[in-house]
């Protein structure tokens, strides 16, 4: 079955602008979290989604926000970019119940000059 | 704060060894523990899961082993091969939906 896809997998913003970036999990989970990847912080959780319910946010600004559709395709949006939001945007899917391991995408690089 | 922290960035070992990865969680009420493989341009890749009430868990080639008194969690990888070389990291996951908290990752480099 096809993984978690994540569109687009390169992109490049200049500061100020907004950004989205968008997951579709596999199929028949609908569960989706979203992390970022940076050399300095590593992963970092930002949200996760659930029945197009956000059930918790990490430590990050307004700035980053994110939604979920019925058919459990998810974006995120970045607000307002800044160069240290530079990073490997990482979606993950997994099954309804909790302690399931979670199934990531390739990510999308986002570079903000 | 509560974290979880691997003990060395790079692991450098020679083909055909056994590889030990190990990683440091501070948080008791961790219950769920996973090993990830990040190969150059990928996503993390699932290796390994185990629960709190488990202290070892097989997989093909891989072994992981949870000790909930020292909170230490570890990745053993048998006859090493090339492609196995990768960033592994550590993740746990307190129930729920707090999501998952990474460690920094060790770099396992295979000597030939």
């Known amino acids: 079955k096809a993984g978690v896809t994540q569109t687009p997998r390169y992109l490049i913003k200049t500061r100020g602008q907004q950004v989205t970036l968008s997951c579709s999990p596999i199929?028949?989970?609908?569960?989706v979290s979203w992390y970022q990847q940076t050399p300095g912080q590593g992963l970092q959780f930002l949200f996760e989604y659930f029945s197009e319910t956000q059930r918790n946010k990490g430590n990050f600004p307004g700035r980053f926000s994110g939604r979920q559709f019925s058919n459990s395709r998810s974006e995120m949006n970045v607000s307002t970019l800044e160069l240290g939001d530079s990073a490997l945007y990482l979606c993950?899917?997994?099954?309804?119940?909790?302690?399931?391991?979670?199934?990531f995408g390739s990510g999308t690089r986002l570079t903000v000059v | 704060g509560e974290s979880v922290g691997l003990h060395l960035p790079t692991l450098s070992v020679q083909e055909g060894d056994n590889s030990i990865i190990n990683c440091a969680y501070s948080n008791s009420a961790s219950d769920y523990f996973i090993w990830y493989k990040q190969e150059s341009g990928k996503g993390p890749q699932f290796i390994i899961d185990?629960?709190?009430?488990?202290d070892k868990r097989q997989g093909q080639r891989v072994t992981v082993l949870l000790n909930k008194t020292v909170k230490h969690l570890s990745l053993q990888i048998a006859a090493t091969q090339p492609g196995d070389s990768a960033v592994y990291f550590c993740?746990?996951?307190?129930?729920?939906?707090?999501?998952?908290?990474f460690g920094k990752g060790t770099h396992l480099i295979i000597q030939p």
């Open positions: 185990i629960r709190s009430n488990m």
């Open positions: 993950a899917s997994r099954r309804d119940s909790p302690n399931y391991g979670y199934t």
């Open positions: 199929s028949g989970h609908r569960s």
């Open positions: 993740a746990e996951n307190r129930g729920g939906a707090d999501g998952l908290t």
